[in-house]
């Protein structure tokens, strides 16, 4: 990653969230180049990171076969600590996923057009991270050939899921959320589909494009039809960024245990999960950017955004934990306060504190204004919060866990080997799935960023877009 | 065959570029084609006729194919017969309980075995029986498993290649009639304690009719000291048989007679009768407990010193003299601290004369033992607390144990032995160290072994015989008591495996004769009249009547042995393991994964030592350390134990086996080796050092963090304790306070919450079950007729751990092993919690059997995603297995974490012989789904259709379930009646009555779990002066 970064370069430049001297066919033809280009010349760093995706999509295949095979006491879980990394890293994965959907729905209704360079590929990392998500619910059941029990359909054994438990609540909760970004997303991309069948060289490449573009022809009509589904499915996403999360932490609040049965867990896990988004996106964005060199799309304004939005949800978070340290000594129980001299001086304190320094104090770095606007203050700032969101989760429950109401059923918790390589594998398949994605698909929404060009005669912020679409 | 493997070898011998062209040429010879008309006649004609390419290659192929069916073997036709005759009063799907007893060196325990359709299942204790009273041990309840262990002795076997009972019979017979020229010169029987009297009768009789043959007996948990000890204070051998329940002031001097061995049953039961503390019943004995190592009775005690197990003379030395008992004092002094101690404990004796009862451990120096008869004489105890009994022992009560294997092995070595029979037992193991039995074994030129299992020392003999155990063979054994039990066999021998009888029978000229007939041989001669229908009635009791033996009078002499210098250096005390004892069930893995009373160990020996010790020397629990002492030296971990006396160090027997079967072999180290005859039950003056190393000890309680489990404990108020005095003072009051404790000061919910808990306790259940009628869904699910619930009492639980393996028994709990235990995923659904309080070097202990607690508002049924946990209409928390999908979300939830979760396949579906052990009434679970408690519904559901099968009858007027016809196992296996279960709506039973008592709790109660499994709390009765 070199540094492009200008001295000399005045304020509106800086602001701006497309560089100046793009045209529509510029914009066009430098991401469309991306997906386009052949096979052969696709990037050294491309091949690298498929490369690591497909060592962690092996690692995976071969730890969920052992583990269907002999079950999942190849972890560490135990009793007390009947969850540990299975949900600690369903509920990481699923935070990181929330960017996407904020990015593209609510970002989408308040009309912040800086959201349109990255919100393809925040989307589509919304899609994998609830991937990986889902994946674990699934295989951590003991029996995960009769996990569809959990959904309601009619059967012959005349059971209903059990509507009380926050579980069921999940079920519905995640299935809801992968099927909308789904469909969102590939609405999304159908124009850019178009374009692409269009712009394609090769038959075959035509056809697949064609097939997907569902015979787009850049009608008035379709664009008529395209905004209203956009717009109702952004109004169906919208709710979903705070319910999906709220749902997720009823998973504990709901629970009795301390430091689970915790009023302020709904809130405080979607700032959570939008903190956790918006650093997975810059943590991704910041390589990509440049690796292929899409600094005019992707500007500092961009970054400087989205170091906002990490600082603001951060403080969100630290003032969750503070409310935690509070509530355990005002509750009175002597359960509450134990869980918080455990958190803060038990065996697993060190995750605490490392959580503090990772999710409250770090992120303090982007009050100052520079530090925002460096790529390599970013990452490092954006990885920080990538593990201190992991340290909450492992905070929340293993801590809570393993040293509950009853000392003598107190217990320890340590993750195997096949923890670790579940975790690796689901990463391995972020990674694939991902760079997947950013070979046949454009990362960039194409015609959305059209609309950015001033050529596009597209003025206000409530104009629509009929002007975009595409071209040849 | 032949002709499979030539062609073979043809084929493999040509080159690979002929192999291909060669086939049909290779094909056409001769021999080819003579083999393909031997295997396939049809087919030979057919390449007779057609010789041709195509054809042999589709006729290879195709039998080729075929080939592939051999694979599908017919299954054997099975057919089901119903029987022409139907044994008597068998119905399937009934158990059947026949009487016996588990014969034990100490003394057999009676017992009442569940039989299912001819499969011995699961033992229960026996009224009727001295020493059971309705209960048993963990040793009892453990043993139907070593009946089916996969491992056991099958076959006869004669240097290692299996051979028959009639070769041995002949051997053994030449080697008899040899020996009877000269009087059984050279042939020597070893046998363990006897107290079957047919047994001892026919040693009498094998003596008298080979004069020269000489009977040794070892038991490794001998009574060398208490023999020697009572010879010392009345010169004879006299068993001090204990009325615990006479008792006043007890003091356990170094001895757990609460929980080993199985006269300790009767002991627990008598002891705690006089703790359960009622409104209406406040007088509670006292319990002093002088003890080195960390025991159960000790943390039962009201009062405990630690004291290294050399000293402990001294202590009893310098009692007697303050009690006025003369007897030589040494010159140490006792500590202020112990000097204040037995003067507290000396007045409090001199109160209670008539009414006092000291014990002292077997391993505790015959001085002891005499002292303590002589101060029982002293306070007049004799023949009120204790009474003196004959020994139990049939054959060689008099026989020193040491001197017999000594000579013994001394024998020969000295080349004097040219036979030697074992009945039973496991010398090479367990004999005395520096006796070295295995090396003079092999001086010996026929060794036979009579055993249930292959082990260290049958793996040396020249024949191995496989022993009946105790649920397959006729026998008798002797109670402590000396009530008499005739052992009944529950099944045919698993294996071709005989008894001691047999052999002895042998010897005695009576081959062929079945112990069957010797045993009735023996008693039809005591029992003249009426023999056959007393026998009948012996078996269906379990006791033989008037076979009690009679006390003896006897006054104690003066003791004039001199007192021994105080030693320096470490003192090591060898004991007995809590679960394995000797190492008879180190093969067990119900026993090795019974969590230890205190220390909570599975799977392992430890070096227990004081927290300051270890401090001292620089160790940890874990560190691997080298004991030495008498020139002998082990090394195994370190358990800090609290509470252990200082300077002195705990090293339990019965491990580090090197041929103990699957299970046994390997766990833990070897103590035998420091265990020669001179430190039989340890020695002073040894030295630890750290050796580097260290290894993780499973334990099923966190050990690392004292301090914190101690006061995060006390501050939860889980086990609630007061004086005998306050609760006198103001029963009600106090309870009150422990609830308030919990919540301090800011306790807002108070007044709602102790009116709601008041409401609970008066017919909570009654009133709850109509409110439940009123809300949705619940419409006639709640059952107006029965409402379970269970009460255990506090202060009567000893720790002994047989409700433990009686749950794992009736309800085929899986054996994890020992890494699953370190991964914290033991598998009993009912465990004994273990809490200290106070100072680490002299903690109280209190104990909490955690059960599932059926919760009223059961945190874990609202978190199943798929219903498999449900509230039952007569309140049970249930778990449907099938319906599980195993997400743990009620194990996390659960505040008591008594669910438990198969993580792996767990349960044995593989071995043939543990399948028969499995209770049919319960299912096996597989790997993936969640278990716990369920108040033995299996139980509840038997006595459920007894009732409707019997409807209404004058004894049962309305047609239900009377109070006392469910009895959960734990309940019935409790050797102190600590549990009560039974209906809540029945205002007469016991459960409702004990939940009216004013310290009844409710374990949590303040998360409005509303537990039907509540507690009474426990109560002490400190001495004022030691307060």
Request: glycine fraction near 8%; proline fraction near 5%.
């Amino acid at each position: 990653m070199s540094d492009h970064m200008h001295d000399q370069r005045d304020q509106k430049q800086q602001d701006a969230i497309i560089a100046p001297g793009h045209t529509l066919a510029t914009i066009t033809d430098k991401i469309s180049e991306i997906v386009l280009t052949p096979p052969l010349k696709t990037p050294l760093g491309w091949h690298a990171m498929m490369g690591i995706g497909s060592i962690g999509m092996l690692l995976l295949g071969a730890t969920v076969t052992k583990l269907v095979f002999t079950g999942i006491g190849i972890w560490g879980n135990n009793v007390p600590v009947g969850w540990a990394f299975d949900i600690i890293n369903f509920v990481w994965w699923i935070g990181i996923g929330h960017a996407g959907t904020l990015i593209s729905a609510i970002l989408m209704l308040l009309r912040q057009t800086w959201r349109t360079s990255i919100n393809r590929a925040a989307e589509a990392m919304t899609i994998f991270a609830v991937s990986c998500a889902g994946m674990y619910p699934l295989l951590h059941t003991g029996r995960p050939w009769l996990a569809y029990w959990l959904l309601p359909y009619p059967n012959t054994m005349g059971m209903w899921p059990q509507f009380r438990s926050p579980l069921v609540w999940d079920v519905f909760a995640v299935s809801t959320y992968a099927t909308v970004s789904l469909l969102f997303w590939y609405t999304g991309l159908i124009p850019d589909l178009a374009t692409l069948r269009d712009r394609a060289k090769h038959k075959a490449v035509k056809l697949f494009y064609g097939m997907l573009a569902m015979g787009w022809r850049n009608a008035a009509s379709h664009w008529d039809r395209y905004e209203t589904a956009s717009l109702i499915l952004a109004g169906i996403s919208t709710p979903l960024v705070l319910s999906v999360h709220s749902v997720v932490s009823f998973d504990f609040a709901a629970g009795i245990l301390p430091g689970w049965h915790t009023t302020v867990f709904p809130p405080y896990f979607v700032a959570g999960a939008i903190f956790a988004g918006f650093a997975m996106v810059l943590t991704l964005m910041l390589p990509l950017r440049a690796a292929y060199g899409l600094h005019d799309f992707i500007t500092e304004k961009h970054l400087d955004v989205m170091a906002k939005v990490l600082l603001a949800t951060g403080l969100i978070v630290t003032y969750g934990y503070a409310l935690e340290v509070f509530m355990a000594w005002y509750s009175g129980s002597p359960y509450e306060e134990y869980m918080l001299i455990n958190r803060l001086t038990g065996p697993y304190a060190w995750t605490y504190w490392a959580l503090i320094l990772t999710n409250c104090t770090i992120p303090q770095l982007f009050w100052y204004g520079p530090a925002r606007r460096n790529i390599w203050a970013l990452f490092f700032v954006s990885m920080s919060v990538n593990i201190g969101m992991w340290l909450e989760r492992f905070v929340i429950i293993v801590t809570s866990l393993h040293r509950d109401f009853l000392p003598a059923s107190w217990g320890h918790y340590a993750p195997t080997v096949w923890d670790w390589s579940m975790y690796a594998g689901t990463i391995g398949f972020f990674l694939f799935s991902f760079f997947l994605f950013v070979r046949v698909l454009p990362m960039i929404a194409m015609f959305e960023m059209r609309m950015l060009v001033p050529a596009s005669g597209v003025t206000g912020k409530d104009s629509d877009h009929k002007h975009g679409g595409s071209h040849h | 065959m032949n002709d499979h493997t030539s062609a073979a070898t043809d084929l493999s011998a040509k080159t690979g570029k002929d192999y291909w062209k060669s086939l049909e040429e290779y094909s056409g010879t001769e021999r080819f084609k003579d083999w393909l008309k031997r295997e396939y006649p049809q087919q030979a004609d057919l390449l007779a006729i057609a010789p041709d390419r195509r054809i042999v290659l589709q006729l290879m192929g195709a039998s080729l194919a075929l080939a592939g069916f051999n694979a599908c073997t017919k299954q054997p036709e099975e057919r089901i017969y119903a029987y022409a005759k139907n044994p008597e009063a068998m119905v399937p799907g009934t158990p059947l309980y026949f009487a016996t007893a588990m014969p034990w060196a100490s003394g057999a325990i009676g017992v009442l075995v569940e039989n299912h359709m001819g499969r011995p299942t699961k033992i229960e204790g026996n009224e009727a029986h001295p020493s059971s009273l309705g209960a048993t041990d963990s040793f009892a309840q453990a043993s139907v498993l070593d009946m089916y262990d996969p491992d056991r002795a099958t076959a006869v076997k004669r240097r290692g290649r299996v051979s028959t009972w009639d070769e041995f019979w002949g051997e053994l017979r030449t080697a008899v009639t040899i020996a009877s020229s000269k009087q059984g010169e050279g042939v020597r029987v070893l046998t363990r304690a006897v107290t079957s009297p047919t047994l001892g009768a026919q040693l009498e009789a094998v003596r008298a009719a080979h004069p020269n043959l000489q009977v040794h007996v070892w038991e490794p948990m001998h009574r060398d000291h208490q023999r020697a000890g009572s010879m010392l204070a009345f010169g004879r051998d006299l068993n001090a048989y204990a009325h615990y329940g006479q008792a006043k002031v007890l003091v356990s001097l170094d001895s757990e007679f609460l929980t080993l061995g199985p006269d300790s049953v009767r002991a627990a039961r008598e002891f705690t009768a006089n703790r359960k503390v009622r409104a209406t019943e406040t007088t509670m004995n006292r319990l002093y407990a002088v003890e080195s190592g960390s025991t159960a009775t000790g943390a039962m005690a009201d009062h405990r010193l630690a004291m290294r197990s050399c000293d402990i003379e001294r202590f009893v030395r310098y009692l007697a003299n303050r009690l006025n008992v003369a007897v030589a004092v040494p010159q140490e002094k006792l500590t202020d601290q112990e000097q204040r101690f037995l003067e507290a404990l000396a007045k409090d004796l001199e109160a209670n004369k008539g009414a006092a009862l000291l014990v002292a451990g077997a391993w505790q120096t015959p001085v002891v033992q005499a002292l303590v008869h002589a101060i029982h004489d002293k306070l007049g105890c004799i023949g009120k607390t204790v009474e003196l009994l004959p020994p139990v022992e049939t054959f060689g009560a008099d026989v020193e144990n040491l001197a017999s294997i000594k000579a013994l092995s001394d024998d020969m070595r000295a080349g004097k032995v040219s036979m030697l029979v074992m009945l039973g037992g496991n010398p090479v193991y367990d004999a005395p160290a520096d006796c070295d039995f295995a090396s003079a074994m092999d001086k010996v030129a026929t060794k036979a072994h009579l055993t249930s299992h292959e082990n260290e020392t049958s793996r040396i003999c020249d024949w191995l015989l496989p022993e009946s155990h105790f649920l397959e063979a006729w026998s008798d054994a002797k109670a402590a008591d000396g009530t008499v039990t005739i052992i009944q066999p529950l099944i045919a021998p698993l294996y071709s495996s005989k008894t001691a009888h047999d052999v002895l029978a042998l010897m005695l000229d009576k081959a062929g004769t079945p112990a069957y007939d010797l045993v009735r041989a023996h008693w039809s001669a005591i029992k003249k009249d009426g023999f056959e229908l007393a026998w009948r009635r012996w078996l269906h009791d379990g006791v033989v009547e008037d076979t009690r033996a009679a006390s003896v009078q006897v006054s104690a002499k003066a003791i004039t042995a001199a007192p021994s210098a105080v030693a320096g250096g470490f003192d090591v005390a060898l004991r007995p393991d809590p679960t394995i004892y000797d190492g008879r069930y180190s093969n067990n893995g119900w026993m090795q994964e019974l969590p230890k009373p205190v220390s909570k160990i599975t799977w392992d020996n430890t070096v227990q030592m004081a927290p300051a010790d270890a401090k001292k020397l620089g160790v940890n629990t874990g560190d691997m350390v080298e004991v030495a002492v008498g020139g002998r030296t082990v090394v195994g971990p370190v358990w800090v134990a609290p509470g252990h006396a200082i300077g002195a160090l705990t090293i339990h027997l019965g491990f580090g086996r090197v041929h103990g079967g699957k299970v046994g072999t390997g766990v833990g180290f070897n103590s035998y080796a420091l265990r020669s005859t001179t430190q039989q039950w340890g020695a002073a003056g040894a030295t630890v050092k750290a050796v580097g190393g260290s290894m993780k000890i499973a334990s099923t309680q966190e050990h690392d963090d004292y301090e914190t489990t101690a006061t995060e404990a006390d501050k939860r108020k889980i086990v609630r304790v007061r004086s005998i005095d306050r609760f006198k003072a103001d029963p009600h009051s106090l309870e009150k306070e422990d609830r308030h404790a919990s919540h301090g000061e800011t306790d807002i919910y108070a007044k709602p919450r102790e009116a709601e808990i008041d409401a609970l306790r008066d017919k909570a259940y009654v009133k709850e079950a109509a409110a439940r009628k009123n809300e949705q869904g619940f419409n006639n699910r709640v059952s107006d007729d029965y409402q379970w619930g269970m009460v255990i009492d506090l202060n009567a639980c000893t720790a002994c751990g047989a409700c433990v393996t009686a749950c794992v028994a009736e309800n085929n709990i899986a054996v994890v092993g020992k890494e699953q235990i370190l991964r914290g995923r033991e598998m009993h659904w009912l465990r004994i919690d273990r809490y200290y309080k106070g100072d680490e070097n002299n903690p109280e202990v209190h104990h909490q059997i955690i059960p599932c607690m059926q919760c009223e508002n059961a945190p874990c049924e609202t978190v199943c995603p798929v219903g498999a946990t449900s509230h039952g209409p007569e309140g049970l928390n249930e778990m449907t297995y099938n319906r599980c999908v195993g997400t743990r979300y009620c194990s996390n939830n659960c505040p008591y974490k008594v669910r438990r979760f198969n993580f792996l396949l767990y349960s044995d579906w593989a071995t043939e012989s543990l399948k028969l052990q499995r209770n049919p009434d319960v299912s096996v679970r597989s790997r993936g789904v969640m278990e716990k408690c369920t108040y033995c519904v299996q139980r509840i559901n038997h006595a459920r259709q007894t009732a409707k099968r019997e409807g209404i009858t004058p004894k049962r007027p309305d047609g239900k379930i009377r109070e006392g016809e469910v009895v959960t196992a734990c309940q019935q296996v409790c050797p102190t009646d600590a549990i009560a279960f039974g209906n809540l709506l029945d205002t007469t039973s016991e459960v409702y009555l004990l939940k009216q008592e004013p310290h009844n709790y409710g374990l949590l109660e303040e998360l409005n779990t509303k537990p039907r499994t509540t507690f009474l709390a426990k109560t002490t009765n400190k001495n004022p002066e030691l307060a």
